[in-house]
């Protein structure tokens, strides 16, 4: 079992994410599949709503980097009284976050990162203050059941400190794109360490640190990021 889930952090969640958006499976099943309790938000989080929900009991909770950067800035108390928030889905605000945790110094405050074809999270890390002094801020290590290799283009691994592409695997593997079997075999390709087993090409640039952390560093394609939506600019 996943230690994180059994921390006392997530013993009440919020559940405000879209049902079609991959991070309401995190939000519904870190709670549930663990004995744990949801709240389920009747509107759109708003800071009063963050300070009512903290009122009614949650703990922690999910926000995407734009509403996270959009509540520190408007008012990073309302995460006061919370034990955790995990936030990602684009290239974190330091500035932001270390808002959060200078108003906020009982808050651990979580990075994650997970493409929709690694449902939900893959990689994650609470952040220190001095972490977030300076870009970029680390991403974290793997999950449990999760592989993560920074390889260059002949798959082979790069050595700590050297960019490289991120590939994932691991039991929160998609399956592929459905119906597009060209697009699946390009993202998704045999493990070259794991016979039998696939990993999932991200495009992500990243390097590893010393320490085992993973550091974003941006795309190896034309990809881009508005709002938390990916943006293809060769399809549009």
């Known amino acids: 079992a996943d230690t994180r889930w059994h921390n006392g952090a997530h013993r009440h969640l919020l559940f405000h994410s879209p049902h079609s958006f991959d991070a309401a499976t995190y939000e519904i099943w870190a709670a549930l599949l663990n004995g744990h309790t949801l709240t389920?938000?009747?509107r759109e989080i708003t800071a009063p709503v963050v300070r009512e929900a903290v009122a009614s009991g949650v703990t922690a909770v999910f926000l995407t980097?734009?509403?996270?950067?959009?509540?520190?800035?408007e008012d990073p108390g309302c995460f006061t009284g919370l034990q955790e928030v995990?936030?990602?889905?684009?290239?974190?605000?330091?500035?932001?976050?270390s808002t959060v945790q200078a108003t906020n110094p009982d808050l651990t405050l979580v990075h994650v990162y997970g493409p929709t074809e690694t449902t939900t999270f893959a990689i994650c890390g609470p952040l220190s203050p001095a972490d977030t002094a300076h870009s970029p801020v680390p991403l974290g290590l793997p999950m449990d059941n999760t592989q993560a290799y920074v390889l260059d283009a002949s798959l082979a691994p790069v050595p700590?400190?050297?960019p490289g592409e991120l590939y994932l695997g691991g039991t929160g593997l998609a399956r592929g794109y459905d119906g597009q079997p060209a697009l699946t075999?390009?993202?998704?390709?045999?493990?070259?360490?794991?016979?039998?087993a696939r990993l999932y090409r991200t495009g992500d640039l990243v390097t590893r640190h010393p320490d085992g952390r993973l550091h974003f560093l941006g795309r190896t394609d034309t990809q881009v990021k508005i709002r938390g939506h990916r943006i293809e600019p060769a399809e549009t």
């Not at 980097?65 to 800035?73: S, V, W, Y």
């Not at 995990?86 to 976050?97: K, L, V």
């Not at 075999?185 to 039998?196: E, K, L, Q």
């Open 40 to 42: 389920v938000a009747d």
């Open 65 to 73: 980097k734009a509403l996270f950067d959009l509540l520190a800035e």
């Open 86 to 97: 995990w936030t990602g889905g684009e290239a974190a605000s330091p500035a932001a976050m």
């Open 160 to 162: 700590v400190g050297v």
């Open 185 to 196: 075999a390009t993202r998704f390709i045999p493990d070259p360490y794991h016979p039998g």
